[in-house]
């Protein structure tokens, strides 16, 4: 009984500051979604709509545009991450001279502020002035139209975020990498194996259950990246046609005031990844080994 | 073993309680703003010798950038918290008015205290002043290197003549080594005063979007000129027209007062002149105007709000009006300042007054935002045509109207 008093007390403060900042704002987000809380409302006191949001949303013709924009953002900058941070993980796991210095210089990206590493990138995107346009320039090759056309500003964006997020994966799997017995690789030495067999057989397995997470955690950052869109293109530049869901819902609250509206657009994005989410865990099936 | 534990949990929980309440301290006052590096440090100044008069007050302050600045104090202020006085521009009186989040600073302040300010210096809405400026301005005006331009013509006709001439490959690489003219041309801010100049302008009496007019048209139809000639670099924005101007390698800048002590600093000596005539209508550019001042946010408790006006009253006094206008070359608020002989012989406030007698205020209603938002992908498009002068009216407008109807939804 006296165990289960102490218990609870030592849990009180985490729960309160759990409730507080995680549990009371998501019910009350809900609560916000089901109203038309807005610039005129919100003095007076906003209506119940019930799921009025929930309905124009879902006819809204440009979600389905945004949430394609958003999975193809979220998939392309994954993916490199995870295949840049494991390869250069896997380099990096080698002695070598310097293997230090390299190690501190690929970590920078990730150690810089993603408000300054946005800006500056997009300094560099600048049609006449920006480096990649100098650079192609050298090479012979047409200047890039990177933030006036709506493809190359996304293109922009993800290759901004691809820089900023493959250090955190590389940590990751050098991490991972480092926890694998060393016997193992001897032995399959002695079997014969090749270098492609040992990476097959061995490293991949045994990095899975640590990146698996680690994916999972980076699908869900990207995925609700707000600064590298919002810095690189300018708000969703050129003409809105950039935006992933995040950034039309930050624009919908904070620029339009229509806090109701962008309540609702949270709760489908939040329904979004937990599915994605719950699929990615089931299918990795590491979630009882981790 | 119980009670401390029990203790020690219930102070964590205080903690946290307490963290979150806001600050009743009667002595301490606190200011937000989103002023530039030069001018925090003369508010820095002053703030500190208002703690000298007043000995046992402290006030904080926290910068944001002017974006920031209004989400946050939306946000804070919903939540019953917040800065006891929020400064700047006077577009965002109208969003902070309407959801009740500033005081109307006609039941403080004294008819006779009011009047001391100029017309175009109150942020006004409705009737009601929500905000006491400090400066007044905020407009665009046409800056010049005398390096290389001795006086700039007063006709849109002859200015891009010049302008062309201005251009110039130095070192014969084919590349641009200096720009005739320097602007940011992603921001609407840019273009709108030669919507005026063209005859138009964004908004009627009532706050209805006026986007689908020929003076839209034509003033698209000549910033797109502008790019085609090649005397302004494509896709240039704020920070790389800044940069071109102060390298020296632009003739002309199109930027406001904020900007203009730092050239000074940089070593360029500049001239200010009104952004010229346009020649097709014979009317003047007008950029837009704005004043800068400090709103009081509803939440300031009882206990220290007769402190915090008096620390209003302060800032807006004629001296320190005064030492803003003379330290950075705004124009002040006051009609007492402006009479000053060191204000009204200074050469550049001169130009300055000259441009913002030609200028309009900018619309405080919320729904300038809509207006900004619609203008500027529809301008950007214009100028990088993919989007005809001719299509651009007719988008906005109807982009316009549908995002005001959602907003007030």
Redesign the interface.
């Given at each position: 009984m006296?165990t289960t008093?102490?218990f609870l007390?030592?849990v009180?403060?985490a729960a309160?500051?759990m409730v507080?900042v995680v549990a009371w704002p998501f019910v009350y987000n809900i609560w916000i979604s089901l109203t038309?809380l807005?610039?005129?409302t919100?003095?007076d006191g906003a209506s119940f709509i019930g799921l009025a949001n929930y309905l124009r949303i879902l006819s809204e013709p440009d979600l389905w545009s945004y949430l394609l924009r958003t999975l193809i953002w979220t998939a392309v900058n994954v993916f490199f991450h995870v295949v840049i941070g494991v390869a250069l993980a896997l380099l990096l796991n080698r002695p070598f001279r310097g293997r230090a210095i390299y190690r501190a210089l690929l970590i920078i990206p990730w150690a810089l502020p993603q408000y300054i590493a946005a800006l500056s990138w997009r300094?560099m995107f600048?049609?006449?002035?920006g480096a990649f346009n100098l650079l192609l320039g050298e090479l012979g090759l047409p200047a890039v139209?990177w933030?006036?056309?709506e493809h190359w500003a996304f293109s922009a964006a993800i290759l901004t975020n691809i820089w900023l997020g493959f250090p955190f994966m590389m940590v990751v799997a050098l991490g991972g990498l480092q926890s694998i017995p060393k016997e193992m690789f001897e032995a399959a030495e002695i079997d014969g194996a090749s270098r492609w067999w040992k990476l097959r057989y061995i490293t991949i397995p045994l990095l899975k259950p640590v990146m698996a997470p680690a994916v999972i955690l980076g699908t869900i950052w990207t995925f609700n990246n707000l600064n590298v869109i919002w810095l690189v293109t300018?708000m969703g530049?050129?003409?809105?046609k950039s935006h992933i869901l995040v950034t039309y819902v930050y624009k919908a609250a904070?620029?339009?005031?229509?806090y109701g509206?962008a309540a609702a657009f949270g709760v489908v994005i939040f329904l979004i990844l937990a599915g994605m989410t719950w699929l990615n865990w089931r299918r990795s099936q590491v979630g009882y080994e981790v | 073993?119980?009670p401390r534990?029990?203790a020690i949990?219930f102070s964590?929980?205080a903690c946290?309680l307490i963290s979150?309440a806001p600050g009743d301290d009667p002595l301490r006052l606190s200011v937000w703003e989103q002023m530039d590096p030069a001018q925090q440090k003369v508010l820095y100044r002053q703030l500190r010798e208002f703690e000298q008069l007043h000995p046992g007050v402290r006030v904080e302050t926290n910068h944001f950038e002017t974006e920031k600045l209004r989400?946050q104090f939306?946000t804070a202020a919903?939540a019953g918290s917040g800065p006891d006085l929020v400064y700047g521009p006077a577009d965002q009186v109208g969003?902070f008015s309407?959801?009740?989040l500033i005081e109307p600073l006609e039941k403080y302040v004294s008819p006779e205290s009011l009047a001391v300010f100029t017309e175009a210096s109150l942020g006004t809405l409705e009737g009601h002043v929500y905000a006491l400026a400090d400066q007044v301005g905020n407009h665009l005006t046409l800056v010049y290197n005398r390096s290389y331009v001795d006086s700039p013509p007063d006709n849109t006709d002859a200015w891009l003549a010049q302008l062309q001439e201005l251009t110039v490959d130095e070192d014969g690489d084919g590349k641009i080594d200096r720009y005739g003219l320097v602007m940011n041309l992603?921001e609407p801010f840019w273009f709108v005063p030669w919507l005026g100049g063209f005859g138009g302008w964004v908004m009627d009496e009532n706050g209805a979007p006026t986007l689908d007019t020929p003076a839209i048209t034509a003033a698209m139809r000549f910033m797109r000129e502008l790019v085609l000639l090649g005397v302004v670099?494509?896709?240039?924005?704020y920070?790389?027209a800044d940069t071109l101007f102060m390298q020296g390698r632009a003739a002309y800048i199109i930027n406001g007062p904020w900007s203009w002590q730092s050239y000074r600093e940089g070593g360029i000596e500049i001239g200010l002149a009104p952004l010229p005539r346009v020649s097709e209508t014979g009317r003047w550019p007008s950029p837009m105007t704005s004043p800068l001042g400090y709103s009081l946010n509803v939440h300031v408790p009882e206990a220290r709000r007769e402190l915090v006006l008096e620390l209003l009253g302060f800032l807006t006094s004629a001296e320190r009006v005064g030492e803003v206008s003379r330290e950075l070359s705004a124009l002040p608020s006051r009609h007492d300042v402006a009479q000053w002989p060191m204000i009204a012989g200074d050469p550049v406030l001169k130009a300055s007054w000259d441009q913002l007698e030609k200028g309009r205020p900018m619309p405080v209603v919320?729904e300038m935002?809509?207006i900004w938002?619609v203008l500027?992908?529809?301008y950007?498009?214009v100028l990088?045509g993919?989007m005809d002068p001719e299509e651009a009216g007719p988008w906005m407008q109807n982009q316009a109207l549908k995002?005001i109807e959602?907003?007030?939804?």
């Open positions: 006296r008093r102490n007390l030592f009180l403060p309160l500051v507080t038309n807005g610039l005129y919100i003095r300094g600048n049609y006449e002035f139209p933030l006036s056309h300018n530049e050129p003409a809105d904070f620029n339009y005031y229509r509206y | 073993m119980r534990l029990a949990s964590l929980c946290v979150c989400t939306q919903l969003p309407i959801m009740g992603l670099p494509a896709s240039c924005d920070p790389l919320p935002r809509v938002d500027r992908p529809a950007q498009q990088a993919t995002m959602e907003m007030r939804r």
